[in-house]
């Protein structure tokens, strides 16, 4: 009988150890758990981020959701899922889907730009440089390629990067004389470009500089005029175009040339606030995330013009300024 009281009564207090716990989870974990959404693009850096973040603030659990920046606000706005952070490839996602009912403002904070790619074993890859790389990627014996401009991004503004060097250059017809060469190396995504350099079937990619840098693999800078990557070039850019299809068969879109900016806000309804706040602050850090950020490739626009600063938070404003 005593045995079976000791036995019930060890039970109790496993039951009772086992149920605190659970409650302490859940609770810290409703508490702690700061939801962010971020553009593909974005993985690399933020992953390592939020490993630096959390050596400042182990007790904040992050959680990373990455996908396109559209799908990221369709997320948001269709489905109603949890988020306390956006970080949008394009801030214009934040500003045409999320303001003003999911969030009130957009902070600009990093760029990206389009860059050629190549590796030790590419054709000439001893000689190129940012003033001959079109020379050498129009030679005969030279392959390069490009992801479809009707599937990727990457592959419109590749072209777009076409128009821009022969103005830049101002040499006639030269995006003509890209975009006929090579069409047998056209790839619906990045990733499979990589492959087809790695294993030495084409010399040269249109890729992004960020991209290449945290592949490990040498790339060509392009001048400011050409890469897509300084705001101030703005208007320059917006003079070349590309068509691409859209959503039905026979419609076309215009894609007009432009800085590719990053955009990133907390939203209204963040259920962690606090720890939003924080992240914030680290991510925009000069000595911190930004760091990280321009050590894989996509330089800080901060402190960048917004159409929505006088609704950022004070905290936040040093790393925005108005128009």
């Known amino acids: 009988m005593k045995i079976l009281k000791k036995i019930i009564s060890i039970l109790f207090l496993v039951i009772i150890i086992i149920t605190a716990s659970c409650i302490n989870k859940n609770s810290d974990k409703q508490k702690k758990e700061l939801i962010i959404f971020h553009a593909g693009s974005l993985s690399v850096p933020f992953k390592q981020i939020t490993e630096e973040f959390n050596k400042e603030y182990p007790d904040i659990n992050v959680k990373l959701e990455a996908a396109g920046s559209r799908k990221c606000a369709r997320k948001i706005t269709d489905l109603n899922l949890p988020c306390d952070i956006m970080a949008s490839a394009d801030y214009k996602v934040i500003d045409n889907l999320l303001i003003p009912d999911f969030a009130d403002w957009n902070i600009k904070f990093v760029s990206n730009e389009m860059s050629i790619v190549f590796n030790e074993k590419s054709l000439y890859s001893e000689n190129i440089n940012s003033k001959n790389w079109y020379d050498i990627l129009l030679k005969k014996d030279v392959i390069f390629g490009r992801s479809d401009p009707n599937s990727d991004p990457c592959g419109y503004r590749a072209v777009l990067v076409t128009k821009l060097a ?43 500089r960020s991209v290449a840098q945290q592949h490990k693999l040498k790339y060509i800078i392009l001048p400011d005029e050409i890469n897509l990557k300084n705001p101030d070039y703005k208007d320059y850019y917006s003079e ?60 800080s626009v901060i402190p960048a013009p917004s159409e929505t600063f006088n609704k950022i938070p004070d905290y936040l404003k040093k790393y925005s300024k108005n128009i």
């Open 240 to 299: 070349v175009s590309v068509e691409v299809s859209g959503k039905k068969p026979g419609e076309k879109i215009i894609h007009k040339g432009e800085p590719m900016i990053y955009g990133v806000t907390i939203l209204k309804n963040a259920s962690n606030p606090d720890a939003a706040k924080k992240f914030m602050n680290f991510l925009l850090d000069k000595n911190k995330g930004m760091k990280i950020m321009e050590d894989n490739g996509q330089p």
């Open 166 to 208: 022969e103005k830049y250059y101002n040499i006639p017809c030269l995006s003509d004389e890209f975009l006929k060469k090579d069409l047998n190396y056209i790839r619906p995504k990045e990733v499979d470009l990589i492959s087809l350099l790695e294993s030495n079937a084409i010399d040269y990619i249109f890729l992004y």
